[in-house]
């Protein structure tokens, strides 16, 4: 079983690069007992999510510029 803090690493890794079927299954069968590890999750894709919109929207913008 791993621990809170290799389970953080693990999300924020994800956010950049795929992961291993074996890592996503940690996470998940983790954040499943760990309320803490699961706010993290949830947090830190809410933020990429709204990081992304906000690049997608600059982009927009720069696009209808040029
Ligand atoms: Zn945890």
Not at 11 to 26: A, F, N, Q, Y
């Amino acid at each position: 079983m791993r621990n809170c803090r290799e389970i953080t690493e693990l999300v924020s890794k994800g956010l950049d690069t795929p992961l291993g079927i074996g890592e996503r299954l940690s996470i998940k069968l983790h954040v499943m007992m760990c309320s803490r590890c699961r706010n993290f999750q949830s947090q830190t894709q809410f933020i990429r999510k709204a990081a992304h919109r906000y690049t997608e929207q600059l982009q927009d913008r720069l696009d209808k510029k040029s």
